[in-house]
């Protein structure tokens, strides 16, 4: 029978993957919390948005997930700059257009709201937002992502299909 010793090395190997895994997975918690964050405030603006439509006998706006992959891609150039904008309207309309082919769209942004009913109170405000909520929209897309200071950035993208 051979006997065989495990090499110091090779303990240290060992205990090295251990230490990299459990610091990297901690890591990873704190990036799956956030992303868990963000879809559900998503979730919780779209029954918010919905539930407004309901009360004008208006239909549901059914999530598109093109759309929603557009707005998010959105709200997180805006919270890395910190503003708001419509910088690349044109583009993501373009890809919209060869994508999923919408009869009419538009677009809504709005930030520092950090919760579903705030970001609809804030949109019911302004009426360019309201005639997107309101209008004979099908489909929608929205991106919720937070800024290194914390403060939300959301995009709406509204189709009608």
């Known amino acids: 029978m051979k006997t065989t010793y495990l090499k110091p090395w090779f303990a240290l190997v060992c205990f090295t993957m251990i230490i990299c895994s459990v610091s990297c997975s901690s890591s990873d918690d704190s990036e799956s919390n956030e992303a868990k964050e963000e879809s559900t405030i998503n979730t919780q603006v779209l029954s918010a948005l919905n539930d407004h439509r309901l009360s004008l006998e208006k239909p549901v706006l059914i999530m598109n997930a093109y759309a929603s992959t557009l707005a998010n891609e959105h709200s ?86």
């Open 76 to 161: 997180l150039y805006m919270a890395a700059q910190s503003k708001l904008s419509y910088d690349n309207l044109n583009e993501r309309a373009v890809l919209l257009i060869e994508n999923e082919n919408p009869s009419k769209m538009a677009e809504s942004v709005a930030s520092k709201y950090k919760t579903a009913d705030e970001v609809l109170e804030a949109m019911l405000n302004h009426s360019g937002n309201k005639n997107n909520i309101e209008a004979d929209f099908t489909h929608i897309g929205i991106g919720a992502n937070k800024s290194d200071s914390g403060v939300y950035y959301y995009s709406f993208i509204f189709l009608k299909k």
